[in-house]
């Protein structure tokens, strides 16, 4: 049973930072690329961030680049969610996905999104305030 748990969120005041964390189980990752996506009510999920395991190539949208970092602890099957200088159109219930690829790009958020194999987790929510 793979299993994907995303956990980290809050509540911060614009500006701040926050790191999410994504735990995999039941899955072996090499051949996966992850992401971290986002979802405002009433609005479509968006992908934020892509990292592909083997490798650790990354990918990031505008909205995000310079202020959000991807990364990895290969050892504990955990994907990381570094936030920096959030504002609160960063407010959301922020989800992370495998989907095997060998690619990171806004291609791949589409393939996620479209996707019937897609491992989704729960969902952390980040609130930013102003």
């Known amino acids: 049973q793979v299993q994907v748990v995303e956990s980290g969120g809050g509540s911060v005041q614009a500006g701040g930072s926050l790191r999410l964390s994504c735990t995999v189980s039941?899955?072996?990752?090499?051949?996966?690329?992850m992401g971290w996506f986002r979802q405002a009510p009433g609005k479509e999920r968006e992908g934020v961030s892509c990292?592909?395991?083997?490798?650790?190539?990354?990918y990031y949208p505008d909205s995000v680049k310079g202020r959000f970092t991807v990364s990895r602890d290969n050892a504990k099957n955990t994907l990381y969610l570094q936030m920096n200088s959030l504002k609160p159109e960063d407010t959301a219930m922020y989800y992370c996905?495998?989907?095997?690829?060998?690619?990171?790009?806004?291609?791949?958020?589409?393939?996620?999104?479209?996707?019937?194999?897609?491992?989704w987790g729960q969902g952390t929510q980040v609130t930013v305030a102003s």
């Open positions: 996905a495998a989907l095997g690829s060998r690619t990171c790009s806004g291609s791949w958020f589409a393939a996620a999104l479209l996707s019937g194999v897609t491992y």
């Open positions: 039941g899955l072996t990752l090499d051949n996966y690329a």
């Open positions: 990292l592909v395991w083997k490798g650790s190539d990354t």
